[in-house]
Each structure stands twice: as C-alpha cells, then as structure tokens.
C-alpha cells in the first residue's frame, strides 16, 4: 500500500513490515530517514511513523497492522531528558542512564530514543543490552554494547562493539558472571563513549530482582534512574538514592505485552542471523584454557572404562567422562581415594553455546560445541569466528544449548562437567 503522511501526522506500524521512503522525510524513534531508505519491522516489534516533511511511503503490510494516531506517543519528557542530559554532561566523563522497568514497558524502544537524540547532543553514545533473553544487540545469552556511528532503528540490525559471554537467557544461576560483564563492560564504556544507557531485564522484584538491581545501581552509580513502571513498582529499588538522579516515567498506553511464543521467536531470529553462515573447525584441548567449568582444570589420571579422567583441586573429588551411564563394576579397580565422583556422559555436551576467548579473555566469537573428541583430544566447534583460530586461546562455558542453525535446544546445569 502507499501511504501519504503529512507533516506532523503519526502513524503505528506493527511487524511483520516494511517500510520505504518514496519522498519527504520522516522519523522513526528518534532517527531521521529520508527518500530511498527503508525498514524492515520484525514480528512482534511495532514503530511510530512521524512525519518530518510532506512524505509519500510505500508498506508492506497487512492493512490492520497501520494504525493511524491522533498525536506522537513519543512523551515529551523524552525530549526533555535529552536536553536535561545534555545540559549536565561534563567534558570527558561518561554520563551513565540506568533504565529500568518490568517486562514489556518498551525499555529498548526509550533506549534506542534517547541514544538517537544524545548523538547529536552530547556526542559518542552506546547501549548496553544487559537482557540476554531478549537481546536486541548481539547474540541472546550474551550481553551486547553498540557504540552508535549514526542513529538506528533496530539495534539487531547491527553488529556489536563488544560482547560479554553468558550462556544463558537469565542471570538467575549466573549473578556473578552477570555483574562481572556489566563490569567489563562499563570499563569499554569508559574509554570509548560520551553516554551510556544501560538496558536491564525486566528482573526487579523477588529475592533475586531486588538483588541483582541494587548491585547493579550499587557499581554503575549512574547519573540519572530511569524508572520506566505504570505505577510504583520499581520505587523498591531507588529509595537510597537523591530524588535529582530518579527520574520517572509512566509506561506508554501503546506499549504491548509480547507473548512467550513471540519473545521465542524474536530471540530466536537473532540467534539464527547470528549462525547463517558458520563453519565447523577442531580446536586442541591442549590450545585452550577452559572456564566455568571442571573439564580440563585438574590433573588428568588413567581409570578403566572411562573417556577420561582428572583428579580436580582439594575436596572437588574427581571427574570422570564416561559412554554411558557410571556402573558398579567399571569402578571396582579405582583407587579408593577420588572422593566425589562427578560423572558426565559423553554427547551431552553437543550444542552448548560456548564463548571463544583471546589470551586476554576478551571474546572472540560464539560457538556451538560439537563435540569433545576423546580420540584426537580436539574440540569440535560451530561458529562465524572468521580469524585465526590460533588466536582461540579459551573456550568459556555457557548453560543454554542451540541447534546447528541458532534455534533452542534445551539447557545443561552449570557446573555439570
């Protein structure tokens, strides 16, 4: 259909869409398009056409997915806390934005706005999506940082500054490797960006929600609390702070809940991007130090009937890699001294996302574990990686595993090998 939106007139566009500018000029979310550009809306993901100039759009979509709207649902104080922002940004501190809110109180969209107004306000502006369940910059179970060049619609459409590795949708089992990357992170931020806003998950009540927020506003001390609740659901979290960094705004009416199968389906449309063109390649256990994990971290000793073996430190007791299920009578010529035996049956490894990993720790590229090859002692790796894979000096552990083409596949407790 072709659509001529008047300046000044507002439209809403729910994906799946596309969107081409045949003249004029119009904004969505805070960036600017002109003719010959075009945007396409994933499903489940829904932008605000707002006219600029006179402007003629050719769509794409089904005729109830466009909705026409009285006035902008972009609230002006918005606007106002890009210039407020602006206003108090010192010369050569990072001005840190915390955003925080509940599931579906359209935390990325604000964050996408207020990134696409600071570029032109207060200069270098990154995002960093701390949601690894429903990542929208890099791979999900990761977290993502985006340096913008030039402002953007869809932060998927674009390949991360950097990634922190995970390994799985939640930091529930992983809070420490959570407030680790978001340390990590910050310290990037510090020496590359004028502002960051931080994007959470929607994590923020309970004994774990209230836990990981504090710890979270307790490392970045941000300069300004967006508190983005339809009430006074967060008002919990920011009680010890000054009123002057709190900063609250109510949750559009036109912000809508995504449903479980649709939040499935949007992660996994970034896992899949993520691995369309991957290639399988062996790395030496002997190349690569392992991390969170036991596999690789003690000393290798030779037992009947297993794949392999190794006495792990102090009270740890022994791991031990065996075919099948760990019998009475493949132990009964073991030493009597392993102490706890920690048994993983080969193959259930195949599919772990795993983190490739330079000699500093910095992360590589992600991969689908293979297979841990007992017979050469190789890793077997699916991944975009497209360096040199002597660079791959650490292979890091995650919880979630993926199909061959980025697709869920079920889950490993941490710690099981």
Known sequence: MQLTLKKNEFYLLNGPAAVKIDSGAIEIIGARLGSGEQVKVPVGKKIPLLGIEDSVLTIEASEEALTKMEASSIPAEWD??????????????????????????????????????????????????????????????????LLLAKPCIFLTEHEPTHMYFLGAHSPGLHFVTALTGLVEMLGKAEKEADALIIDTTGWVQGDGGRAIKKAKLDMVKPDKVVLMQRGTELEHLVRHLPADRIVRLPVSKKASATSQMDRKELRELVSRRYFSATKVFDIPFKQAFTDRCYFLTGDKIELDGTLHAERLSGWEGTLVVTSGPLLPEMMK?????????????????????????????????????????????NFRLRSNYKGDTGRIKGIQFGSLKISETGNEAGFIEPGAF
Do not use: H
Request: hydrophobic share 40%; charged share 25%.
């Open 80 to 145: 106002e806390l890009a210039d407020k922002i602006s206003s108090e940004k010192k010369q050569g501190s990072l001005y840190k934005i915390l955003v925080l809110g509940e599931v579906d109180t359209g935390k990325t969209f604000f964050s996408t706005y207020l990134a696409n107004k600071l570029l032109a306000k207060v200069g270098k502006t990154a995002i960093l999506d701390c949601d690894t369940g429903q990542s929208d910059i890099g791979c999900p179970g990761t977290f993502g940082m």
């Open 333 to 377: 010529d073991w030493p009597k001294d392993l102490g706890m035996i920690r048994n993983f049956i080969a193959g259930n490894e195949k599919g772990l996302m795993v983190a490739l990993l330079d000699a500093d720790q910095n992360m590589l590229a992600i991969a689908r574990l293979e297979e841990m090859d007992f017979l050469n002692n």
